[in-house]
């Protein structure tokens, strides 16, 4: 089975900067595409960002376009989203997911990591 494990939330001041770390396990991390999701307290699930298994290709919504980046390490199986400019309002859980074909559908999800930003 490939299993997914985030790290790295916690809790930070808005205008601040963290990086979360998802690590997998598994051969075939490198031919999957891979995603960032999020959820807040009574939200539903959301997008945040992708990347192609070849680190060439990314996707971003809205809300994280110009204050994250999504980044991949396929020699150490690890994917990376460097936040920055927090704001209240990123506070959320943040899942990572692996999308073997395409950018999507998602079949592997980690536990998620918590993440929040004080005013």
């Known amino acids: 089975q490939v299993q997914l494990a985030e790290s790295g939330g916690g809790l930070v001041q808005a205008g601040g900067s963290l990086r979360l770390s998802c690590a997998a396990s598994g051969r075939t991390f490198s031919t999957y595409t891979m995603g960032w999701f999020r959820q807040a307290p009574g939200k539903e699930r959301e997008f945040v960002a992708a990347?192609?298994?070849?680190?060439?290709?990314?996707r971003y919504a809205d809300s994280a376009k110009g204050r994250f980046t999504i980044s991949r390490d396929n020699s150490k199986k690890t994917l990376y989203l460097q936040m920055s400019s927090l704001k209240p309002e990123d506070t959320a859980i943040y899942y990572c997911?692996?999308?073997?074909?395409?950018?999507?559908?998602?079949?592997?999800w980690g536990q998620g990591t918590q993440v929040t930003v004080s005013s």
């Open positions: 990347i192609h298994w070849s680190g060439g290709n990314t």
């Open positions: 997911a692996g999308a073997p074909t395409g950018w999507g559908p998602y079949n592997y």
